[in-house]
């Protein structure tokens, strides 16, 4: 039992060791990358500004090398920072310039990460497909750039005016690829066939005879006269032809 015993006491010491290695390599990480101080987040922000052209939002700031001011004793100082010198997607390196408590000057070089708030469009009711969509079709909100993806609207003016080529529904977020400015209905699309006179409306049902454009000619074949008839495409479902 005492051979067991010491065969196991170098593996029960490994496994210390390890797990003490684990935390503090947890305590450094935690150190190195804390709380944002205001001063230097507005330092940040307004920096990052310049480069990019828009209001950031700082996620998070790593300390590379240098002064570590997240575990200085007492207030530390933030007096300017370097421009921003490009380290990834939403992610810059700058080096900051510090005064400790004392008087004493000091700098670190910092990784930032940061996000920016964007207006992102949602579907304020159902939108059939073909409909032209309206302002008062959707709305904005809030949302974090990178968490969205390449196809999302992000311009009032990508999505007013433009066509449906699939319905959406309410409370979606509006993509690029759920519109269109001139959306086609192929050959042998079923519609309704309205003909429309002073005093007089007639309707059929038919075909379409070639691809067609919303808003555009159609030529239409009548399923029950088996005549060809030529007007507008004026819904995804109606020719509509005035004599």
């Known amino acids: 039992m005492k051979h067991a015993s010491i065969k196991r006491f170098p593996l029960m010491m490994f496994c210390v060791m390890a797990v003490c290695s684990v935390m503090l390599f947890c305590r450094t990480a ?7 101080d205001p001063a230097l987040g507005s330092l940040l922000v307004k920096e990052i500004s310049k480069s990019i052209g828009e209001n950031p939002e700082i996620v998070s700031v790593r300390i590379v090398k240098g002064y570590d001011f997240n575990n200085s004793p007492g207030k530390v100082e933030f007096r300017s920072v ?20 004392k008087g004493i000057s000091a700098e670190s070089v910092i990784e930032v990460v940061y996000d920016v708030l964007v207006d992102v469009y949602v579907a304020s009711k159902y939108i ?14 809030k949302q974090k750039k ?22 959406i529904n309410e409370g979606s977020v509006i993509l690029t690829d759920y519109l269109t400015s001139h959306l086609t209905f192929k050959r042998g699309h079923k519609v309704n066939v309205v003909v429309e006179g002073a005093n007089m409306q007639l309707s059929s ?33 109606t020719v509509r032809i005035k004599i």
Do not use: H, W
């Not at 059939?128 to 909100?141: H, L, M």
């Open 82 to 101: 370097t421009p921003m010198v490009y380290a990834g997607k939403s992610r810059f390196t700058t080096t900051v310039y510090i005064k400790d408590k």
């Open 128 to 141: 059939q497909r073909g409909n032209t969509v309206a302002d008062e079709d959707f709305y904005a909100v």
């Open 205 to 237: 049902s038919g075909v379409l005879k070639a691809n067609a454009v919303l808003g555009g000619t159609a030529t239409v074949q009548c399923e029950s006269s088996k005549k060809e008839v030529t007007g507008v495409l004026v819904s995804p479902t």
């Open 30 to 36: 935690l150190a190195a990358e804390a709380e944002i």
């Open 146 to 167: 990178s968490r969205l993806s390449r196809s999302v609207a992000l311009d009032k003016s990508d999505i007013t005016g433009k066509i449906a080529k699939s319905s």
